[in-house]
């Protein structure tokens, strides 16, 4: 349950809390909001957006079957491919900074409404 790795309850955290942790660094405020359209331009960051636009079906699923796991496997998958982004993906400072923070921002959302359906609370750092 505490390893930091694979499908637990600290990897999803982590994967949250760095998120915050760019929007932090480049000082993002929803006031701001309409300069940080996201237009995909690699790969990693077409499927991120892709399984994020899944929640209504991992809600859905979860409900129907009565599976609350498929909000778990949903926000694991969101993670692997939060790590993919970053790992593919220079954000700050990068010409497409305001793309991927928008992506980011809609992430951490997404993350938000899986955790409040699960029950669990979030930090916004380490």
Same mark, same amino acid.
């Given at each position: 349950m505490l390893d930091p790795k694979g499908n637990t309850g600290v990897y999803l955290i982590y994967s949250y809390v760095r998120i915050c942790s760019i929007l932090r660094k480049v000082d993002f405020s929803e006031d701001d909001i309409e300069k940080y359209k996201f237009t995909a331009s690699n790969s990693a960051e077409r499927d991120l957006a892709?399984?994020?636009?899944?929640?209504? &079906?991992? =809600?859905?699923?979860?409900a129907k *079957?009565?599976?609350?796991?498929?909000?778990? *496997?949903?926000?694991?998958?969101i993670?692997?491919? =939060?790590?993919d982004f970053y790992h593919?993906?220079? =954000?700050?400072?990068? &010409? &497409?900074?305001n793309s991927r923070i928008g992506l980011l921002v809609a992430t951490k959302k997404v993350m938000e409404v899986c955790f409040h359906l699960l029950g669990m609370k979030t930090i916004d750092r380490i």
């Open positions: 892709l399984t994020i636009l899944r929640l209504p &079906e991992a =809600v859905e699923a979860a *079957d009565l599976m609350i796991n498929r909000l778990t *496997d949903q926000l694991y998958e993670s692997t491919k =939060v790590g593919a993906s220079r =954000v700050i400072g990068s &010409e &497409e900074q």
